[in-house]
């Protein structure tokens, strides 16, 4: 029996189509939506829907099933169909009357928006820190090879003297442009659509501003239609955070991809970070990368799922909705471990030093030549003459020393204004705050 039938089951067939991977996604949401009911249960006590008693009862029996979730020994039981109906039937099964009170005021409507709002906040604390471990790292990498040049391209040829710590560093600050549309997606997560109930309100005198602080929310969805108009917004623009950093390390994986191969051999990894061949014994295969360039880019494509799903639904509640957990939830999952796998493979990482020492690479030098001649008092039009004269006849023999100065450039990377710039989008989260709000409300 499931929480909206009376007298009549659902037939087989619908229930199997209609709940599809709905209890598997919901496990995710499971200590969320007892965190939720926590705060519910305590604004019900307060409005009168509560004795003081049956609240005691209540607290101590989600807290109970808190514990269990973080055990891993929660599950949601054969023809239940969602997590919320779980928690609900475990505290009925356990403390009787007091259990089939806790969705007063409520509908599943409202409890899975504010699931996923706990919940994104939870993965994206996750995400702030693993993206500032990589972010590290490429600055500690950057400052670590400053010195060591390498080709820079355009079109795929060479162009300009680069260097590591220009490479390095470059997605260390392409990464900051990524925390800053997480901190936008951090924004809209951060609002309590709690008390919408099936998207119109309650008659239930209900305290939602009480319910917001206790889940520590920096606001409300106020307008009680919009807080189920979020359902897929919300979505999306946590997908167009998540595509930003895939396409960082989308083109962080190519570039490795195609450094590490014999006619570039700018960098190199340990045998055991590399695969084989079953026949050609002399490969050492950027496997790592290219899987993690192919998740990069499905990641990429992932709010343009979200909007094909939530495109033109009408106002109010669409069981089309549940499946953005079935594309949000498995990208989270694969996010987390290309975060973990591209720190790790850069841990391990070897430069070549001297690239440059090769003859191939003279003309990279071309523009430090034409600007050495303006330096001099020579018109750059016409320094730019001389020197291409000189390359079509063969004549070109550049000096190979570099003199960058300005700021972001080889000899003046600026890593520790970036690090300032990380700094201080990672102090607008206010992730402190939340985590307190969750602590109280588990406290025993």
Not at 136 to 143: A, I, K, P, R, V
Not at 225 to 247: D, F, H, N, P
Not at 373 to 381: D, H, I, M, N, T
């Amino acid at each position: 029996m499931k929480l909206w039938q009376k007298n009549t089951d659902a037939s087989a067939e619908v229930d199997r189509f209609t709940v599809g991977l709905d209890r598997e996604m919901d496990i995710k949401l499971a200590g969320a939506d007892v965190l939720g009911s926590l705060a519910h249960t305590r604004m019900l006590e307060k409005i009168g829907l509560l004795t003081p008693a049956e609240l005691e009862d209540v607290q101590r029996g989600l807290k109970e099933i808190y514990r269990e979730i973080g055990a891993g020994n929660f599950t949601i039981e054969e023809g239940v169909e969602d997590v919320h109906s779980q928690v609900e039937f475990l505290l009925t099964r356990r403390l009787g009357e007091a259990g089939k009170k806790i969705h007063s005021g409520r509908s599943r409507n409202d409890q899975v928006l504010v699931d996923l709002r706990i919940f994104l906040r939870r993965e994206i604390i996750t995400l702030a820190g693993e993206i500032r471990a990589l972010f590290d790292t490429l600055q500690g990498l950057s400052e670590k090879h400053k010195d060591v040049l390498m080709p820079g391209y355009t079109h795929l040829q060479i162009a300009m003297p680069s260097s590591f710590g220009l490479w390095f560093g470059a997605y260390a600050e392409s990464l900051v442009d990524d925390v800053q549309l997480l901190l936008a997606a951090w924004r809209v997560c951060n609002r309590n659509p709690l008390g919408s109930a099936a998207g119109y309100g309650s008659s239930f005198p209900l305290d939602r501003t009480m319910t917001t602080r206790l889940l520590g929310f920096d606001s409300l969805d106020y307008n009680v239609v919009y807080a189920q108009m979020g359902r897929g917004k919300t979505e999306r623009i946590v997908a167009q955070a998540l595509s930003s950093v895939a396409a960082t390390l989308g083109r962080l994986a190519m570039d490795n991809t195609m450094f590490l191969n014999q006619n570039f051999g700018f960098i190199s990894y340990p045998p055991e970070l590399t695969t084989g061949s079953s026949i050609m014994p002399h490969k050492k295969n950027p496997d790592v990368w290219e899987i993690m360039r192919g998740r990069a880019n499905l990641i990429q494509s992932l709010p343009g799922q979200i909007a094909l799903l939530t495109a033109n639904l009408p106002l109010g509640y669409n069981r089309d909705l549940q499946l953005l957990k079935e594309v949000l939830f498995p990208a989270l999952d694969q996010m987390h471990d290309m975060l973990h796998m591209a720190r790790y493979m850069l841990e391990h990482v070897s430069v070549k030093e001297h690239i440059l020492d090769d003859p191939k690479y003279d003309y990279l030098f071309s523009v430090e030549t034409v600007n050495n001649l303006a330096l001099s008092g020579v018109p750059f039009r016409e320094a730019y003459r001389q020197v291409g004269l000189s390359i079509e006849k063969g004549e070109f023999s550049p000096s190979k020393q570099v003199h960058h100065t300005h700021e972001g450039s080889i000899g003046n990377l600026c890593n520790d204004r970036i690090a300032a710039l990380m700094d201080n989008l990672l102090g607008q989260f206010g992730f402190e705050r939340v985590e307190e709000a969750e602590r109280e409300l588990t406290r025993e």
